[in-house]
């Protein structure tokens, strides 16, 4: 290790992760972010995590619903084809993890509404809402399907 000014030789005996450095492409040592030794894996982390997935999934919905409207524009034909696909299993999976991405957005812009708002910014209201945010997409989305199969707008 690179004798570094103002950092003890014996810091990183005494566990300070700030003493380890990194030497720069330019030959310069500067210390290492601790942010990796000192945060510990969170469910808010999960849920902001997952928002940002969920956004870039609701882009691919979008480009699926501009096909599905390019379809019913060019006609009866084009359209059936179209509707074919979605009734596939492949095309019942899709929209199944679509509906999931739709729940989740749901969920993550009410928990980002009630912070902005100034609430449940403490910690175990931080949390409730994150793990709601993280693990009620998957039954709503469930629960979603099972209406449209049972009512029968949906089958195989």
């Given at each position: 290790?690179?004798?570094?000014?103002?950092?003890?030789?014996?810091?990183?005996?005494?566990?300070?992760?700030?003493?380890?450095?990194?030497?720069?492409?330019?030959?310069?040592?500067?210390?290492?972010?601790?942010?990796?030794?000192?945060?510990?894996?969170?469910?808010?982390?999960?849920?902001?995590?997952?928002?940002?997935?969920?956004?870039?999934?609701?882009?691919?919905?979008?480009?699926?619903?501009?096909?599905?409207?390019?379809?019913?524009?060019?006609?009866?034909?084009?359209?059936?084809?179209?509707?074919?696909?979605?009734?596939?299993?492949?095309?019942?999976?899709?929209?199944?993890?679509?509906?999931?991405?739709?729940?989740?957005?749901?969920?993550?812009?009410?928990?980002?509404?009630?912070?902005?708002?100034?609430?449940?910014?403490?910690?175990?209201?931080?949390?409730?809402?994150?793990?709601?945010a993280v693990w009620g997409p998957i039954p709503l989305a469930v629960?979603?399907?099972?209406?449209?199969?049972?009512?029968?707008?949906?089958?195989?």
């Open positions: 290790m690179t004798s570094v000014p103002n950092i003890p030789a014996d810091a990183d005996k005494a566990g300070d992760l700030s003493a380890k450095v990194v030497i720069q492409p330019n030959g310069r040592p500067r210390p290492m972010s601790p942010h990796l030794q000192t945060w510990r894996w969170h469910v808010t982390m999960t849920a902001s995590i997952l928002f940002r997935i969920t956004i870039g999934a609701a882009s691919v919905a979008a480009i699926i619903l501009v096909g599905w409207l390019a379809a019913l524009a060019f006609g009866p034909e084009v359209y059936a084809c179209v509707l074919k696909c979605a009734a596939s299993p492949l095309g019942l999976f899709v929209g199944f993890g679509l509906t999931v991405v739709l729940f989740s957005f749901l969920l993550n812009g009410a928990r980002h509404l009630i912070n902005d708002l100034g609430r449940g910014l403490t910690l175990k209201p931080a949390n409730l809402m994150s793990n709601i629960l979603f399907w099972v209406l449209l199969f049972a009512t029968g707008r949906v089958s195989l």
